[in-house]
């Protein structure tokens, strides 16, 4: 079973639309939680990241943590086609060892 | 602008030759990974390098070796390629101060036939 697990989509809104992206994990160990989004044939590049559990907010994006029920979200509001992308969920342990969900492509649709 | 390259976009190779891929970083940091990205599976640790000469294995490694002989430097080996190692291979680096915050090269399209 994958430490982190997340659905693959793809995920198709209108523009403007709220994107609401989902992932759970199983190690309890996990300190911070990241959202890395991924163009295509691009690598992934760090979008939030938050330490333990809260909210983290900036700009559009929303990231939120919920360590009692293992819940990792990511929410864009106002959602642009430039968004369209696949983003991945990853959790780090104290040692900085990242694991990584499947990621889940979104599509913004204009 | 930290700045992760690979070697090769592209890289086709037969059954059996051995490959190299290389990556540098140019932001001086001390860590540095290599993953492979397959549909459905997400990003899997092959292996990674807390600093020069030194390598730990990921959650992968088994037909991989790796070498760091210099901090900017760190190189993934295929011994002996197999069908089953075509996949999209991203070198990632990162501050050791930062555990969160990790900077992915462009990735190399690795087919083997």
């Known amino acids: 079973q994958k430490e982190v697990e997340q659905d693959p989509g793809p995920l198709s809104v209108p523009e403007g639309a709220i994107v609401s992206l989902n992932c759970t994990y199983s190690n309890s160990a996990f300190q911070y939680f990241m959202w890395y989004r991924q163009y295509s044939r691009k690598g992934p590049e760090l979008l939030m990241y938050t330490y333990s559990s809260g909210n983290k907010e900036d700009g559009r994006f929303t990231a939120q943590v919920d360590k009692s029920s293992k819940y990792i979200s990511l929410f864009i509001r106002d959602s642009q086609p430039s968004d369209s992308a696949t983003y991945l969920c990853?959790?780090?342990?104290?040692?900085?060892?990242?694991?990584f969900g499947a990621g889940t492509q979104v599509v913004v649709t204009p | 602008d930290v700045k992760v390259t690979q070697s090769s976009r592209y890289l086709v190779k037969r059954t059996g030759e051995k490959v190299f891929l290389e990556c540098v970083q140019d932001m001086d940091h001390e860590n540095m990974f290599w993953y492979r990205q397959d549909p459905g599976l997400g990003l899997r640790l092959i292996y990674f390098s807390y600093d020069v000469k030194m390598k730990e294995k990921g959650d992968i490694p088994e037909g991989y070796s790796v070498s760091r002989e210099k901090k900017e430097r760190f190189s993934l080996i295929l011994e002996s390629a197999s069908t089953n190692q075509t996949s999209m291979y991203l070198c990632?680096?990162?501050?050791?101060?930062?555990?969160?915050?990790?900077?992915f090269g462009p990735g190399t399209r690795l087919t083997v036939t």
């Open positions: 990853a959790g780090s342990d104290s040692w900085g060892k990242l694991q």
């Open positions: 990632a680096s990162r501050y050791s101060g930062r555990p969160y915050e990790q900077y």
